[in-house]
Structures are given as structure tokens and as C-alpha cells.
């Protein structure tokens, strides 16, 4: 049983070890994190901050997913209190004020809890959340420290700002009498201290909760329709490592770089399309071209135009129609992370501890290159540079080579773009692993 916590800035680490011992803590929430962690049912999930803006935030089926398998997840505060507010009534489980103020639709805007923050460790707070100030000024008017119409219409100047600018010192400059209005506010808060910041203050109550396990998962409903091909493509993309490496990431070097892998592909897809998994090489080649001709794809009804498309002219010169049809086939149907059966099927993997082992040390070779510099993300590789190491790779293992396009095709890729992409993990150590670590720096030349 483990309790994760996803936080920062709203509350530290310090403190969630102080009031939740031996929770295992997380930088804020972000697409992907929480398929990462192979949570089950006894496990728990206490999102508090989440990032988004520069990033993908945390999906509402990714949360799906994860309680599908039985774990509890409790939002509050920030990103966790906008999810659950939003989940709560399929299975998601909200603690504190800001939480029930995006329930009952008192706040709806994803703005009302987002702040400005620096880097990790300390996410040190740059701006303040219009959810805090519109706490505290909404507990003004109850206290008669500032009449209604005051709180409205500092509320609605603080919205017409970006978050990233949103301070209680801003005000001296918008409202009028400003400075006076902050004086009654700060003096107000220092007989309350706990309502100057109720993120916080819902934090440290989520925590003691899911600590003390006084919260408990709701039923979840059966209904799988949420289930979308996106969110196989996700659960494919962020599944749980085994030592170091993920069912994607392993397939992927293979469908790069293993010369064997475009007729093991071919032969599960074949496979696929005659719907058997059994029989000779050529029975299910025949049992595919059967399957085509039933849902109406035959070699004799295609036009000239869409063989050339897929198809080489020497290939057309030289191969009979059955072989160019099982070509056509087996290119025209790409791979997609959502077909998971492709990541599990017996035919495919090869050498998998070798696999493995490459995407490790690829990553390996990825953080030396970042730790050096920024510029050097993988994301900054120049296209034509890793374009030309994947052809070479492919030009030694493709004997007939027929260009770029099919070569792509044949190892189950949409276009040599895609291609291009999956390798950019994998070009920094496959381009240095025979080089001294002084000569790296030579490489950075390949970057943008």
C-alpha cells in the first residue's frame, strides 16, 4: 500500500512527510505520471498541484483509468480540486473549500487556482491565486470588514488580469483607496491567519485524511465507453518500466533498428488481417489476401495511381500481383500505440533484454547531454541530421533498398516524419556510443 503525493508550490515535501510519513512524493501532476506508477487497489493518489500552460495537464481519463483499477484518488487544493470537482461524480474524491467551490460551481475557470512558480525544488509562489484572494475576500464581507460591492469589484479586476499577475499589492494601483483596503484585509488576516491561503490550508487537511485513511473510494461505474483509443495510445505511451525501459519504448528501438524486424512485422500483420495466429508463412499470406478480397481490396481493382503509391517501380516490374498486394497490405496498415496486442504479441519482440538494456543506456546518454546544457534536449535535434542516420541504418539492413518511404512503411511507421521522431531518443547514443565522452560536445553541432 502506498500513498503518492503530487504537490508543490502549494504545500512542500517537508510538510507532507511531516503530516503523511512515508508518503511518496511527486513533482506536480502532469500528462502521463499517474499511468506511470502501475497504482492498484491499494493504493491512493493525492493530487494537489498539477502543472499545465507549457505542458499537457492530467487527464480526466487517465484519473479514469487509475480508479478503474481500484485505487483511491483525492484531489484538493489546486489542479487536484479543479479535477475533482469535475470526477466527483464517477468516483473522484475532493476535499476542502476549493474543491467544493468548483463542485457546487461557485468558481469554474481553471485561471482561479493557477500561479506563477519558479523551478523545483521549492516552486517558490510568484503570484497569488484569485481562488485564495476571493476566499479572503469573500470571508471579509462576512466579517463586515468590506462591503459586497468592494469584493466584487476587486474580484472582477483581479480577473481581468493574466494569473501570472495577480498580487495582493497589485491592488494599491487598481482600486481606489487601495492601500487603505490592503491595510483592512492584512489586518483582518492576522486574527485568521488559516484563510489567507486556503489551498494550503485544504492541503494539510487532504493529507491528515488519506493518512489517517479516513477517505475511502467511492464505487466506480463499470461503463467503459470513456476507454478511447486515445487513452490506449496513453497507457501504451506511459506504461509502468521494467528495469528502465517501457513495452513502448523497447518496441519502438526494435521497429528502428532491428533488421529483422520489417518480416516479423509483416508477418504479424498479415496475421492480423487473415484474423489466425497459426499456419504456414504462406497459408496465412493467402488467408490475408482472402480476407482483403472479402471487404472489397483486390489487386485488379486498385488504379495504377494507388499501386504506384505504394509500391516501387522495381517492385511492380518484378513481383507477381499476390506478393504486391500482401506489400500493399502490410503497408497501408501502420502501427498505433492504442494496439496493444502489437506490444504483447509473441512474434514480436526480440532480444528483449538487449532491447532494453539500449533504451536504458539512450537515456543514459540523453540526461549527460541536458545536464550539459538545455539546448541539448532531443526535442532540439536537427530533423535533417537524424533523418540521415536512420537511412544510413536502414540502407545497411534493407537489401533491396527502395527509399526512405518504404523502408518506413515495411517497419510499420505513417511516414518517415513519424520515423524521424521515435528516433530522436535513441540518435544521441546510437551516433556516440563509439566515441570518447570528451567528443560529445562535437555532436552538439547536430543541434539546433
Known sequence: MALHVFAGPTVSRREVAAVAPGAVCHPPVRHGDLLRLGLGPQDTALLVDGLYHHVEPVRHKEILEVMSTGTLVVGCSSMGALR???????????????????RDGEVVGDDEVAV?????????????????????????????????????????RLKSLPYPHRTWRRLESMVPRGREILARIDHFLS??????????????RALRDVHSGALAAPPFTTDTQWRTRHLLRWTAQFAPEAGGAGPLEIFRCQ?????????????????????????????????????ARRNGVAWETLSQDQKRHWLSPDELAGLDADECMLRLLVRSSPFDPAETAALRAPALPRNTRLLRDRVVRAKATNARFLAASRAHHVAHLREVSVRAHLLSVWRRCDRPFHGERLAAWDRGFRSPDEAVEQARPFFLHATTRNRAVAGLARLATGLA
Open 84 to 102: 475533482a470537482g469535475e470526477l466527483c461524480g464517477v468516483g473522484m474524491v475532493g476535499v476542502g473549500e476549493v474543491f467544493r467551490m468548483y
Open 116 to 156: 506563477a512558480h519558479g523551478e523545483a525544488p521549492d516552486y517558490r509562489q510568484l503570484s497569488e491565486p484569485l481562488v485564495n484572494m476571493r476566499y479572503v475576500l469573500q470571508a471579509a464581507v462576512g466579517a463586515s470588514v468590506l462591503p459586497p460591492s468592494a469584493a466584487d469589484d476587486i474580484i472582477g
Open 191 to 204: 486574527t485568521v491567519p488559516t484563510a489567507r491561503n486556503i489551498k494550503h490550508t485544504d492541503a494539510l
Open 255 to 291: 521497429q528502428l533498428y532491428d533488421a529483422s524486424f520489417p518480416a516479423r512485422w509483416r508477418a504479424f500483420r498479415l496475421s492480423h488481417i487473415a484474423g489466425q495466429t497459426s499456419g504456414s508463412s504462406a497459408a496465412l499470406d493467402q488467408a490475408a489476401l482472402a480476407a
